[in-house]
């Protein structure tokens, strides 16, 4: 009897979208779900010839050639582990398992040692892209044991969006490498949304645009240093009717922005390796300020600020400084995001290749964007950058772009209107400009108060003052 190439588990949104994808692209694939009528509706509703559908989880694992290769998009969590262990009962040593789920990198690190000090092989793999990109191409980022991976690529590569038509999918490295990219891309994502959120509510609070006018504005920087997939569902967003009311969706729409989880994992991440990521992690403040509705309203009644007028009088010079202001700001966070990426690399000893990550950002994933194109050069010219703005190309937009940016921010201050992305942006990229801060202050003040000692600009060492 002929066996299936693969198998996958949990069949919601991405994980039904992602098995017809590997069914259109030539795979036959075994489908499971611990609740059998949600089976049963998704092959009613997608009848496709390399898909079937098993009631019992025995028969979907025996179904299967070796070494089984099993794909589990269950919610992160407990449920991983639930589905691994009922595994573990039914297949063989040398088989593997791949988590496709935005589980945490600690979690896959652990799930990783256990399951190949048992024989098992593990895969955490970073799937971006949405229910769109699940079932036409998503972003893949497979980590985990690399000979594991091999049994993996030809299906990844032929599932995966193209760019070019180099599939936007590639080994990341060892354990959870896989899946902490995804969580990175995932902060990327956070602070590129909140920085179009902020160049909205600036030209719509400030510039006076009308959504009509805002469709327009953006759709142009699609055509531009800015085009990208959030850019463009953003000119989108603007022009949509509600069938309701008629009214412009945009403004039907409740000001709070909810979470899964994977943004503040970010700026977990940040504080645990030291890593400066305060453009995401203003992303994720943001978040959490949105969704206190209730209390904002109270206090937009009693803290006030006269406005001063008259702030902008050239409406078109204000659409490319915010243009500007949006771009230079985007380098920022991808540079903090990389950074990021950069010390756990070293930290968890991955040896992550940054060129090849920003090539599988490039299509599929949903902060795909021309300029990637620009950071995977920057790594191919200097795999061991210090930083995305030292690279030419970007260094040189940030010395032209930031007058106008630092020219954005003072406008949006003297309005009353918060920035907090674009006020992280300038502040990162001072603060790291600055051959000497004021840090040395805060040596003495933890020596005085403290004995925390202090190191000298004259000698090497550590020093106490009795103050």
């Keep these: 009897m002929k066996k299936h190439d693969v198998g996958l588990i949990g069949l919601a ?52 050639s070796k070494p089984r290769k099993i794909i589990l998009m269950v919610k992160a969590g407990n449920a991983v582990d639930y589905v691994i262990s ?56 497979p980590g985990g044991n690399k000979d594991a991976y091999k049994h993996f690529e030809p299906i990844f590569n032929k599932i995966a969006a193209k760019y070019e038509g180099e599939p936007c999918n590639d080994y990341i490295g060892p354990d959870g490498a896989g899946h ?76 709070k922005a909810a979470q899964k989880g994977t943004g503040k994992w970010t700026a977990e991440e940040a504080l645990n390796t030291g890593t400066d990521a305060s453009l995401l992690t203003s992303a994720v403040y943001a978040r959490f300020m949105s969704a206190n509705k209730e209390e904002r309203v109270i206090a937009s009644k009693v803290l006030s600020y006269d406005v001063p007028k008259d702030l902008v009088k050239d409406k078109k010079a204000f659409v490319e ?15 903090q995001g990389f950074n990021l990426m950069n010390r756990a690399s070293k930290e968890f000893d991955w040896n992550l290749n940054f060129e090849s990550i920003a090539k599988i950002f490039r299509e599929g994933c949903i902060i795909r964007a021309k300029f990637l194109n620009l950071i995977s050069e920057a790594y191919k010219k200097d795999k061991n950058l210090l930083n995305l703005m030292l690279d030419n190309s970007f260094k040189n937009v940030l010395q032209t772009y930031q007058k106008d940016l630092r020219e954005v921010l003072s406008i949006s201050i003297l309005s009353g209107n918060s920035v907090p992305a674009f ?45």
């Design 423 to 467: 006020s992280a942006a300038i502040s990162y990229f001072d603060a790291y400009r600055t051959e000497r801060s004021a840090a040395n202050l805060i040596q003495a003040q933890r020596d005085l108060f403290g004995a925390h000692t202090f190191e000298r600009i004259d000698k090497e060492g550590s020093f106490h003052h009795e103050w």
């Design 180 to 255: 902490f990219v995804k969580m990175v891309h995932n902060g990327i994502e956070y602070a590129d949304m909140q920085l179009i959120a902020e160049s909205y509510s600036l030209l719509k609070h400030i510039g006076g645009f009308n959504n009509k006018e805002l469709s327009e504005i953006f759709n142009e920087w699609d055509k531009g240093e800015l085009e990208s997939y959030l850019i463009e569902i953003t000119a989108t967003i603007f022009k949509t009717k509600d069938p309701e009311t008629n009214n412009d969706l945009i403004d039907m729409i409740l000001d």
């Design 86 to 141: 009922d595994l573990l009962k039914l297949i063989d040593k040398g088989d593997i398992i791949v988590d496709g789920g935005n589980s945490n990198f600690y979690d896959t690190i652990r799930r990783s040692k256990e399951l190949e000090e048992k024989g098992y092989h593990f895969l955490g793999v970073g799937v971006s892209g949405g229910e769109e990109g699940a079932r036409f191409g998503p972003a893949i980022m």
């Design 321 to 335: 400084k915010v243009r500007k202001a949006l771009y230079a700001s985007k380098i920022i966070a991808y540079a």
């Design 13 to 64: 949104v991405m994980g039904s979208n992602l098995a017809l994808n590997m069914a259109d692209k030539g795979f036959d694939v075994a489908i499971y779900n611990r609740t059998y009528s949600v089976g049963q509706k998704v092959v009613k509703e997608n009848p496709h010839d390399n898909l079937t559908l098993y009631k019992e989880l025995k028969d979907f694992v025996l179904s299967l």
